[in-house]
């Protein structure tokens, strides 16, 4: 039987950045996310971070679609996508 896993990257090669974005979030709201095990965080805490982490890609997207090259989504990409 397959394992069936909706965390997954629909681009695997963004998975770094998008790792690296997660702890930029986490850091900008204070959420004491560390690499490996977060059991000890609450939901409320994961929550915030993917939230956030979702206004910001969605944001950069309207920038990025609106023809707008200001700001990016924390990451060292100059035009809103993950670099």
């Known amino acids: ?17 998008l790792d690296r ?3 930029e979030v986490a850091n900008e709201l204070g959420v004491p996310l560390s690499d490996g095990y ?3 965080l609450t ?3 994961n929550g915030s971070v993917g939230g956030y982490m ?4 969605i944001e950069a997207q309207e920038r990025q679609m609106s023809g707008g090259q200001s ?5 060292s990409g100059t ?3 993950l670099s």
């Open 71 to 75: 700001g990016s989504m924390g990451t």
């Open 79 to 81: 035009n809103g996508q």
């Open 54 to 57: 979702v206004k910001k890609m």
């Open 1 to 17: 039987m397959s394992k069936n896993s909706s965390n997954t990257a629909a681009v695997p090669e963004a998975k770094g950045a």
């Open 43 to 45: 939901s409320k805490q």
């Open 21 to 23: 974005f997660k702890f």
């Open 38 to 40: 977060n059991g000890n």
